[in-house]
T-cell receptor, first 112, second 112 residues
Framework: GENVEQHPSTLSVQEGDSAVIKCTYS??????FPWYKQELGKGPQLIIDIRSNVGEKKDQRIAVTLNKTAKHFSLHITETQPEDSAVYFCAASIEGNTPLVFGKGTRLSVIA | KAGVTQTPRYLIKTRGQQVTLSCSPI?????VSWYQQTPGQGLQFLFEYFSETQRNKGNFPGRFSGRQFSNSRSEMNVSTLELGDSALYLC???????????FGNGTRLTVT
């Protein structure tokens, strides 16, 4: 089955700097890659997703890139703000077929 | 539109008891998935339901069961509780099988 590795497990950045979180997946058939943000006491919230027919997707300060050949995808957050502090999860699946498999998460701390 | 609603938010049970958790999906969503979240194992898939049928099941013992009703609401049951069942149980819904998952805030189960 699918296996998703995520790193780093913790990341501290200064406010205004960029943050990058990387994930690798094992199943070459996976075609859907969402990213979730989880704040304390809440469930994960979808922040951006990408499908395998696209190499990059951007939404304001957030962007995701996908390299199908290397089987890895990354989340980029620019101009970080204190409210970006949270745990971020990547996931992978064969859309509409297999359940999402999640990485172990990255705790991002943005220092003001 | 209201999000995914999970009840109760917190539960404390004793080893050997059973428990039922409830999930109301976003209005119009037909698919419901359940995940167990623990600090050590992260987010692990339990089950997925669509139109009252279980489509996928994760690698959990038979003590874990679930169901979906005709109004798309879902319940999961854990019998003969063990200390290791202590976790945050997350329910997520999606419009269709190939639509993004939206999570509730979870039920925090503590087994003593």
């Amino acid at each position: 089955g699918e296996n998703v590795e995520q790193h780093p497990s913790t990341l501290s950045v200064q406010e205004g700097d960029s943050a990058v979180i990387k994930c690798t997946y094992s199943d070459s058939a996976s075609n859907y890659f969402p990213w979730y943000k989880q704040e304390l006491g809440k469930g994960p919230q979808l922040i951006i997703d990408i499908r395998s027919n696209v190499g990059e997707k951007k939404d304001q300060r957030i962007a995701v890139t996908l390299n199908k050949t290397a089987k890895h995808f990354s989340l980029h957050i620019t101009e970080t703000q204190p409210e970006d502090s949270a745990v971020y999860f990547c996931a992978a699946s064969i859309e509409g077929n297999t359940p999402l498999v999640f990485g172990k998460g990255t705790r991002l701390s943005v220092i003001a | 539109k209201a999000g995914v609603t999970q009840t109760p938010r917190y539960l404390i049970k004793t080893r050997g008891q059973q428990v039922t958790l409830s999930c109301s999906p976003i209005s119009g969503h037909r698919s419901v998935s359940w995940y167990q979240q623990t600090p050590g194992q992260g987010l692990q898939f339990l089950f997925e339901y669509f139109s009252e049928t279980q489509r996928n099941k994760g690698n959990f013992p038979g003590r874990f069961s679930g169901r979906q009703f005709s109004n798309s609401r879902s319940e999961m049951n854990v019998s003969t509780l063990e200390l290791g069942d202590s976790a945050l149980y997350l329910c997520a819904s999606s419009l269709e099988l190939n639509s993004p998952l939206h999570f509730g805030n979870g039920t925090r189960l503590t087994v003593t």
